[in-house]
């Protein structure tokens, strides 16, 4: 009996002893994150424009990389990506870009995020031929990386929420993409949702260094198509 409860104590010691170690990392974890997302902010906070009308790119980005988001169940575009691609036309008319990249998901048959956007850019003017879609855009690290390998992009402009740029930029610019950022922010999109959005940006931060320094996923690939860009000077 006695043998009993001191193996019952011992149990307990180590299983304090695990839950220590567990909060130690998770601390650590924390702190870790926190300041990844710091550091990222600060290291991109002058590549970022407010606006399209700020955008004052002297030959530096020639494609505009306009990222996916949510689509409602009737096809027409959410908000957060109606904005996108407005921000993204209103560029493409300033002659700021001259193509843009329209990355999303396309993973389900009745789900398609870059076919919604090409037909919301051609409703607002954008030609056909200045648009490429990007049917693999399923995270932001899969359309940095495929901008880069796929469509050759060595240089863009990035074209989301404010909230967003920040990772986007870091991811790209990890993966051999060069960018400023143009925040899409063109409507109040109520606190709620900002903070939801900014929240769930933490642990965003934390599996983009993941994927970029631990896991290295491996994105659907396929053919190269290089995006051609004319050689006469933007206006």
Not at 73 to 84: F, H, I, K, T
Request: some cysteine; aromatic content about 8%; hydrophobic content about 45%.
């Amino acid at each position: 009996m006695k043998l009993t409860f001191v193996d019952g104590d011992k149990r307990l010691r180590i299983l304090k002893l695990v839950v220590l170690v567990l909060a130690g990392f998770a601390l650590l974890t924390v702190a870790f994150t926190v300041t990844l997302r710091w550091q990222v902010q600060r290291s991109y906070r002058e590549k970022v424009y407010a606006s399209a009308q700020d955008v004052a790119i002297d030959g530096e980005a020639r494609v505009g990389i306009v990222f996916g988001a949510g689509v409602w169940r009737n096809g027409e575009p959410s908000p957060v990506l109606y904005d996108r691609v407005a921000t993204a036309a209103e560029l493409y008319h300033a002659g700021r870009v001259q193509k843009l990249l329209l990355t999303g998901d396309n993973r389900f048959v009745n789900y398609n995020e870059p076919q919604v956007m090409r037909r919301t850019a051609l409703a607002m003017g954008v030609p056909d031929e200045a648009l490429v879609l990007d049917y693999a855009g399923r995270s932001t690290y899969d359309s940095c990386y495929r901008a880069r390998e796929i469509f050759g992009v060595g240089r863009a402009a990035l074209i989301t929420q404010r909230f967003h740029l920040d990772r986007a930029l870091y991811l790209c610019d990890e993966l051999g993409v060069d960018g400023i950022g143009v925040a899409a922010d063109r409507r109040a999109y109520g606190q709620a949702a900002q903070m939801r959005w900014s929240l769930r940006e933490i642990p965003a931060i934390l599996r983009a260094w993941l994927d970029l320094h631990i896991i290295h996923p491996q994105p659907i690939l396929g053919e190269k198509t290089s995006i051609r860009i004319e050689a006469a000077p933007i206006r």
